[in-house]
């Protein structure tokens, strides 16, 4: 079965470059239409969608969110990225990497707040 794990920094100061990665486990992340999600919830708020990238590496991302995230992978590893430029206290939220295509399966999510 699919498992998919987040990991970076918990705390990003303002301005900086939060950068997330997403471990996957008991599949390719290069399997024929599976798409690989960065969604994330701030306290108090529902979820938002931030991109995709999709089995063949090709990208999508929130139109709100475009001029500031970007999405990659390490097919060696397994493993796809979610960087955020710019952040504010604004971004503060709990981070979720997600596959869809062939069911739905998270992660544990990870938080991460923006903070001085």
């Known amino acids: 079965q699919v498992q998919l794990q987040e990991s970076g920094p918990g705390l990003v100061k303002p301005s900086q470059t939060l950068s997330l990665t997403c471990t996957v486990s008991?599949?390719?992340?290069?399997?024929?239409?599976?798409?690989w999600r960065w969604i994330r919830q701030p306290p108090g708020k529902g979820l938002e969608w931030m991109g995709v990238i999709r089995y063949d590496g090709s990208t999508f991302y929130s139109p709100s969110l475009k001029s500031r995230t970007s999405i990659s992978r390490d097919t060696s590893k397994n493993q796809f990225s979610l960087q955020l430029s710019s952040v504010t206290p604004e971004d503060t939220a709990v981070y979720y990497c997600?596959?869809?295509?062939?069911?739905?399966?998270w992660g544990q999510g990870t938080q991460v707040t923006v903070s001085s």
């Open positions: 997600a596959r869809t295509g062939g069911g739905v399966y």
């Open positions: 008991g599949g390719s992340i290069t399997t024929s239409n599976y798409n």
